[in-house]
């Protein structure tokens, strides 16, 4: 149990001698932060998400481009006489006259869009019309409008919201009335001190949130009855808004990252990746390519050993993040640019209401976090 009164430390040494004491407290400090810093800072989302206010929900809208594929609504297989197929619900939003469309090896042309079925022509460019299943998809391949054909509307795709809640990371100081005037083991102002100690320990508290954060499922608009918890990277990059790929850890090959990244390149993304990435992990990568024939940029000459800090792939970049703090089995390979921090109250210390013979003080600060665009992103999870 963390004590609630000054540190202290027992001399268990009982000889009558003159203590040889240092005048500071040496302490190992794993206070890096590096998923906050790879993605800006405690704040880096205001700029690249523009928003306009502050508050404790914040939204971020999206959109996208018109599909460029469409699938049969159909009960039954379509025949390859037949000339009209109806398409999944909302699909034929996608289409107007004169889209060509591609299922299996032949093509239809699209002459009319009605409001659950396209009529088409078979067997289009020459292609052979063909029975094709009652769950095909149709791929869009082209447009040939007719000349002198009147203009038609051609539905819009929706926009989409996604959202994430503010939360407050707090740390009380507590110090008797007696601890600020002793200097205790060279400590001159133990409140500065106990104060410079607790930020690192909540910035390690704000990177583990990062990954484990659940997004708060109740109303936490309500303030006071339920805690305003924000989704981690966990909320939005997951099978259903991202990708993500599965390999087996023990048999870890450098496809499985270019498959990974070409999930994402499929989504529309490319260029440069981050990936943020735990030592275990990091050492697999490592062995994974100082075993593999991939060509290596020389090293400086006074270092040894091999360390792929840069992989180029046919689908992008990846820029690897060491973070000590980051769960096993997860790589995430995230565009820095997509996602960052919001701060609604910076760290500060506030005086608290003094009490007894002791004085109170806390550390107190709300951030939120945000992703947009998480298709241009991907995670690998180890197994």
């Known amino acids: 149990m963390a004590n609630q009164a000054p540190p202290i430390w027992t001399n268990s040494h009982q000889d009558y001698q003159k203590r040889v004491i240092t005048d500071y407290v040496a302490m190992l400090d794993p206070s890096d932060a590096p998923f906050v810093e790879a993605i800006g800072g405690l704040d880096g989302a205001s700029g690249k998400f523009k928003f306009t206010a502050s508050g404790i929900r914040y939204e971020w809208i999206e959109d996208t481009l018109s599909p460029l594929s469409v699938s049969s609504g159909e009960t039954a297989a379509i025949a390859s006489t037949a000339t009209s197929v109806t398409l999944a619900a909302g699909d034929v939003n996608a289409l107007e006259p ?3 469309l591609k299922v299996d090896s032949e093509y239809l042309w699209v002459s009319a869009v009605g409001s659950a079925a396209i009529t088409v022509t078979r067997g289009f460019g020459g292609t052979s019309a063909a029975t094709h299943a009652s769950n095909s998809v149709l791929e869009i391949i082209g447009q040939a409008r007719l000349e002198g054909a009147e203009s038609v509307p051609m539905g819009f795709t929706n ?3 996604d959202w994430n809640y503010s939360q407050i990371f707090h740390k009380e100081i507590k110090l008797t009335g007696s601890a600020p ?7 001159t102002d133990p409140y500065e001190y ?3 100690k607790s930020l690192p320990e909540m910035m390690r508290l704000i990177e583990k949130t990062l990954q484990y954060g659940k997004r708060a499922t109740t109303n936490a608009d309500a303030l006071t009855t339920s805690p305003r918890t924000m989704g981690g990277v966990d909320e939005f990059l997951n099978a259903s808004k991202s990708n993500v790929k599965t390999a087996q850890a023990t048999a870890l090959m450098v496809t499985d990252i270019e498959n990974t990244l070409k999930m994402a390149y499929e989504d529309g993304s490319s260029g440069q990746f981050t990936a943020i990435i735990n030592p275990t992990d990091f050492q697999r990568i490592t062995a994974l390519y100082n075993n593999s024939s991939f060509i290596r940029y020389p090293p400086e000459q006074t270092r040894v050993g091999m360390v792929p800090a840069t992989i180029v792939t046919p689908f992008g970049n990846v820029d690897f993040v060491l973070d000590r703090w980051q ?10 640019e997509n996602m960052g921090m919001l701060t609604l ?8 209401a003094k009490g007894g ?3 109170r003080k806390q550390l107190v600060g709300e951030f939120g976090f945000a992703v947009k ?10 197994s």
């Open 98 to 100: 004169g889209h060509i």
């Open 194 to 196: 106990q104060a410079a």
């Open 357 to 359: 013979d002791y004085e």
């Open 345 to 352: 109250r910076p760290w500060q210390i506030e005086d608290l």
């Open 159 to 161: 926009l989409s919201k």
């Open 181 to 187: 005037l002793v200097e205790v083991y060279g400590i």
């Open 327 to 336: 769960k096993a089995n997860y790589i995430y390979f995230i565009k820095p």
């Open 373 to 382: 665009l998480p298709k241009s992103m991907a995670v690998l999870q180890l």
